[in-house]
């Protein structure tokens, strides 16, 4: 029942990779 898998793992990495991005800029804006 997946009429489009392709999506949901498009938005699902997405979101890792948006949060991944916000905590090397808070990291890197610490210094």
């Not at 029942?1 to 949060?19: D, K, M, T």
Request: glycine share 4%.
């Amino acid at each position: 029942r997946a009429s489009r898998p392709i999506s949901v793992l498009l938005i699902s990495i997405c979101l890792v990779i948006f949060i991944v991005l916000r905590m090397i800029g808070k990291r890197s804006r610490r210094k």
